[in-house]
């Protein structure tokens, strides 16, 4: 008998362990717990190089020099106007969506008045994801702003994009280490291999699809509580907690009833996430200097319960909880934030698809009916 179109075949669920695409971009030791930028390893990055110098890391092919990181910087600051049809938009768009839906619409609506958004070359490529990088933190300040009806300021030329996104969210021009705290943070989350909404990117970008089509199926993918949406959640849990007394039992219960524990769990990593050792150290030190340990000690008592219980180890989007808690930023922003950083890696992804494309249509596995036979509508009967 002649097989079956996809007999035979063995879906890795979720494709754990399948090697979807190359990349020069990052790369993860799982087992050891490493990770890598263009051959950097993190731990030599993380508070040593700015955002800035990382997007040129990432989308350019290396750390840049002064010069370079000049140029780069120029057009960061030129680059973050957003569109009239953007800005038209932005006060209609915060009343009736939420952070990640709201930045997958201004992106959209930016594709529209790009002036090369007809163009995948490779020069089109890099000016576009230098303006979506430039974009995404001021869309997220205009968004809050226009949700609640007042006006983010004017970002400050003196400042990073990470100082900047802080002094448009909070209103208020932060201090040094505030600034440069969630820069690190920045880094941290800008690549990861081939995560799910990077792959979603890539998938876009492979039909020969633009970058803001890319971007926008990437931020829909980074919105889900499974990826990015896990350190909103992680807040949540702990307002819902309220007390480093009753972490023990809340993870329990949870843990009893099936639940998953947000900010546990990764599917690479069989050791210490990398970053999450910085996002601890970070956490510890805003405990310590802002006053409140609440944040803190409750993440360090759910790591150490959920580890005794389930073996599990918290992942980037753990302690990033706290950190941002501690920074001043709305828990409802956690993911937009992730998406700033991410932005970064998620256009090298595109460049790099772009530059050596091959569509990516992988196969299914049919479990459904065979051999069904037609009934016309009149003789069709549900039981
Ligand atoms: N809490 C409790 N149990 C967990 C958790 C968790 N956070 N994570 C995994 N497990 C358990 C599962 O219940 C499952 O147990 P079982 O075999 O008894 O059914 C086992 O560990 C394997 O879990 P999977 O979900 O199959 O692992 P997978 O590799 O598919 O998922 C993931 C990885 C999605 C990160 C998972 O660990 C999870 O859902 N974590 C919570 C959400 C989260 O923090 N997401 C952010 C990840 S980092 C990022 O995307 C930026």
């Known amino acids: 008998m002649a097989p079956t179109p996809s007999e035979g075949l063995a879906p890795a669920k979720g494709l754990a362990d399948v090697v979807a695409a190359s990349t020069a971009l990052s790369d993860i030791d799982g087992q050891v717990g490493r990770l890598f930028y263009r051959g950097y390893d993190i731990h030599d990055l993380a508070g040593k190089i700015t955002f800035a110098e990382c997007v040129h890391l990432l989308q350019r092919g290396t750390l840049p020099t002064r010069g370079e990181l000049a ?13 009239p049809l953007v800005e038209r938009n932005i006060d209609a768009i915060a009343r009736v969506q939420a952070p ?5 619409s201004y992106v959209s609506l930016a594709s529209a008045e790009d002036p090369d958004k007809d163009s995948n070359e490779p020069g089109a490529n890099l000016r576009k994801a230098a303006r979506l990088t430039a974009q995404q933190p001021v869309l997220v300040a205009r968004y809050h702003a226009a949700r609640r009806g007042v006006t983010a300021p004017d ?9 900047n996104f802080l002094l448009q969210i909070t209103g208020r021009r932060p201090a040094p280490r505030a600034a440069d705290i969630l820069d690190e943070c920045l880094v941290l989350h800008a690549d990861h291999t081939m995560n799910a909404s990077t792959f979603a990117a890539r998938v876009c970008a492979a039909t020969l699809s ?8 990437a931020i829909g993918t980074l919105k889900g509580p499974l990826h990015g949406g896990a350190n909103e959640q992680v807040m949540r849990t702990f307002q819902a907690i309220g007390g480093v007394a009753d972490v023990d039992g809340a993870v329990r ?36 200097t802002t006053g409140d340990d609440t944040w803190f000690r409750m993440s360090q008592r759910m790591e150490e319960i959920v580890f005794a ?14 950190v941002y808690r501690y920074l001043g ?10 998406s700033v950083s991410r932005m970064a890696g998620w256009t090298a992804h595109v460049i790099e698809q772009h530059a050596d494309n091959r569509l990516i249509r992988p196969d299914s596995e049919y479990i459904g009916d065979r051999d069904m036979r037609w009934l016309p509508i009149s003789e069709r009967t549900r039981a």
């Not at 990640?100 to 997958?104: K, P, S, V």
């Not at 970002?155 to 100082?163: M, V």
């Not at 910085?278 to 510890?284: Q, Y």
């Open 309 to 322: 219980e389930k073996g599990l180890r918290p992942n980037v989007d753990f302690y990033a909880a706290s």
């Open 100 to 104: 990640m839906e709201a930045l997958r």
């Open 253 to 288: 219960e949870k843990l009893a009833a099936g639940e998953k524990i947000m900010g546990f769990g990764h599917r690479v990593y069989k050791s210490e996430d990398p970053r999450a050792s910085h996002l601890r150290r970070l956490s510890a030190e805003l405990a310590e």
């Open 329 to 338: 930023i709305p828990v409802d922003l956690f993911t937009a934030v992730f």
């Open 155 to 163: 970002p400050d030329l003196s400042l990073g994009i990470a100082g």
């Open 210 to 217: 633009d970058m803001h089509s890319a971007i926008c199926a």
């Open 71 to 83: 140029g780069l910087t120029g057009e960061l600051a030129t680059g973050r106007v957003p569109t």
